[in-house]
């Protein structure tokens, strides 16, 4: 019985982990707030500051949710490109309805009887500049479909990976939608799903050119997250209401920047039944995964 427990808990880290990293590579979409919806964030982020100190119990606490990420990212990164091309309406109600299906353990981090100025100002701010981003108009960015990797790319890919990493995990903030205003979305995406294929297919040779640009990227990534996370944990010690309430004015404008961006088009009733569907399916997925979380907001 304890081995069956053991098992469920960690098939839902991965699948909370899986959300998080489709969550990541969906321009407006952020894998932060999907920690928040999942209800591990205060969880992962410990982990990762403390990961030289207490290291094979944040290993342990993180393996899942990376093996989670990764498989979310290299399983998913062709249908959600699928879905968002000819169904865009319906994949992002999915994503809102996940990013407001976990919101209950935020809010219940946040001690009304301390909210002042400051966290109000917090939550106006953020929840403001999530929304500026929202009306940044992707389609006129130009983005490259592939890039010539040098040296001088290289480095750019490693503080490329420091940036995103940041937006990573910053709740609200996405990380997709950064690399798209900097002109790079196209091709890191595209090199993802080249070394998906090439991994599937077992073809080594394929895999040069994509490792090429994701493994400066990846570096970037790591260093990027250790500094965020540092941050992150020293505010929600030193200004938790605060930092809380700005978190959740980054979530909750989350799914109005992604209304923002998506292109209704001629909207019809199989359209409209169909977003419905998929947003109470997102928001059921949060709700049960945030449920079943071990951290107790």
């Not at 990541?24 to 030289?52: A, E, K, Q």
């Not at 983005?143 to 001088?152: E, H, R």
Request: proline letters at 3%.
């Amino acid at each position: 019985m304890k081995l069956l427990a053991l098992i469920k808990t960690y098939l839902n880290q991965i699948l909370r982990g899986v959300v998080i990293g489709v969550a990541n590579i969906i321009p407006g979409v952020s894998g932060g707030t999907m920690m928040v919806s999942m209800g591990v964030y205060d969880t992962l982020i410990h982990s990762i500051t403390h990961l030289f100190k207490e290291f094979w119990k944040s290993i342990k606490a993180l393996l899942p949710y990376v093996v989670g990420m990764l498989i979310g990212i290299l399983a998913f990164a062709s249908l959600i490109s699928w879905g968002l091309e000819n169904h865009e309406l319906p994949t992002n109600t999915l994503f809102i309805g996940l990013i407001l299906g976990g919101l209950s353990p935020l809010i219940k981090k946040i001690d009304r009887k301390k909210i002042g100025p400051a966290a109000i100002i917090a939550f106006v701010l953020l929840f403001a500049l999530i929304i500026w981003m929202g009306l940044q108009n992707k389609d006129s960015i130009q983005n490259a479909d592939t890039i010539d990797m040098n040296a001088g790319q290289m480095l750019i890919m490693v503080l490329l990976g420091m940036v995103a990493s940041g937006t990573m995990i910053i709740p609200g903030v996405s990380g997709s939608l950064v690399l798209m205003l900097l002109g790079y979305y196209k091709a890191v995406t595209g090199a993802l799903k080249t070394f998906g294929h090439a991994l599937l297919h077992v073809d080594f040779a394929a895999m040069g050119q994509p490792v090429l640009m994701l493994l400066p990227f990846l570096i970037g990534i790591v260093l990027g997250i250790f500094g965020v996370a540092k941050l992150i944990e020293w505010l929600t010690a030193k200004y938790p209401t605060a930092t809380y309430c700005g978190v959740l004015g980054l979530v909750a404008a989350s799914p109005l920047a992604l209304l923002i961006q998506t292109n209704m088009g001629s909207l019809s009733v199989g359209l409209v039944v169909a977003a419905v569907i998929t947003f109470a399916i997102g928001f059921a997925i949060a709700w049960l995964l945030a449920k079943h979380s071990k951290e107790d907001a």
